[in-house]
Each structure stands twice: as structure tokens, then as C-alpha cells.
């Protein structure tokens, strides 16, 4: 089954916690995609306690890096290295639970 990050689950209790306040996601992907946008998911306040809105991620940013043919470059797990940078968003998960947003 896929991985939780792609898996459309935002049902309360089944949510992809980060420790703390910031947190980041590394995806590694068997063949070269052009991605054109992100969409992020949380539980709906209607759904849950209003109290849940706050915990929402909020400020992110999406970066690509692509492999050579064999296998070298790209983003390495635990390094400071971002990539290519494909936009900064805000999630406002008052306004609605599920917001999409477009890559450069």
C-alpha cells in the first residue's frame, strides 16, 4: 500500500504527525515525474473539535531534485540540500480541509 503522505485519510485519529513545530517529507520515486501541484489534506473542524485547526500544518515549501541515470544525485535523507524550488505556500485549514496548490 502506498506510503501515508500519499494516502487521502483525514479522518480523525489518522493524521501523519511531525514532532514539534516543523517536520519535512522526502519522497523517492522509481521514475522521473514532472510534478504540477501539491494538495494537502487535514481532519475538517466539522469533523472534529475546532481545537484541531491550530495543529494543522501552515507555512511549507516544495523542492525537486532528480537522480542521474545511475542512481547518483539528488536529495539525500538528513542533509541540508533542497533541491529545486517549485513554490512556498500557506495551508488555511479554517477556510478548507483540503487545499491544492500550483507548482512553478
Known amino acids: 500500500s502506498p506510503p501515508p503522505p500519499f494516502q487521502p485519510d483525514n479522518h480523525p485519529g489518522n493524521c501523519w504527525p511531525f514532532p514539534g513545530s516543523q517536520g519535512h517529507v522526502l519522497i ?56 529545486t524550488f517549485l513554490g512556498e505556500f500557506t495551508f488555511l485549514a479554517a477556510l478548507n480541509p483540503r487545499q491544492t496548490f500550483q507548482l512553478k
Open 28 to 83: 523517492k520515486l522509481s521514475v522521473p515525474i514532472t510534478p504540477r501541484a501539491v494538495t494537502m489534506d487535514h481532519v475538517s473542524g466539522s469533523a472534529f473539535h475546532r481545537d484541531s485547526i491550530p495543529s494543522a500544518p501552515k507555512d511549507f515549501a516544495v523542492y525537486v531534485s532528480h537522480l542521474s541515470s545511475r542512481g547518483r544525485g539528488g536529495l539525500k535523507e538528513g542533509r541540508e540540500e533542497k533541491g
